[in-house]
Nanobody
Framework: QVQLVESGGGLVQAGDSLRLSCAHSGGAFSTYHMGWFRQAPGKDREFVSTIKRSGGGTYYADSVKGRFTISRDNAKNTVYLQMNSLKPEDTAVYYC?????????????????WGQGTQVTVSS
């Protein structure tokens, strides 16, 4: 059974940076597309970014494009989300997710496994 464990969240000020990590175990990491989603209080879970299993394709929500960078290290079974120039509206619980097959990239229903989430809070 695949397990995903996120880390790296915290409380930062606007303009600061954070790097989230997601450790994958229990399956062949390199065969999964990996994504990050986030959920703010009172809002639906939303797509943030995805990286294809080969690492060759990365995709971002418009709200984070140019500020966030997704990457993966298949040797370490880990996916990262580097978040720069953080804004208060980035405050949310961030979730890592794994998918065998993706069509839309952004639909949470396409992801098979989810982590427990890590809180990111950005103060103004």
């Amino acid at each position: 059974q695949v397990q995903l464990v996120e880390s790296g969240g915290g409380l930062v000020q606007a303009g600061d940076s954070l790097r989230l990590s997601c450790a994958h175990s229990g399956g062949a990491f390199s065969t999964y597309h990996m994504g990050w989603f986030r959920q703010a209080p009172g809002k639906d879970r939303e797509f943030v970014s995805t990286i294809k299993r080969s690492g060759g394709g990365t995709y971002y929500a418009d709200s984070v494009k140019g500020r966030f960078t997704i990457s993966r290290d298949n040797a370490k079974n880990t996916v990262y989300l580097q978040m720069n120039s953080l804004k208060p509206e980035d405050t949310a619980v961030y979730y890592c997710a794994a998918a065998r097959i993706l069509h839309t990239l952004v639909a949470s229903t396409e992801y098979d496994y989810w982590g427990q989430g890590t809180q990111v809070t950005v103060s103004s």
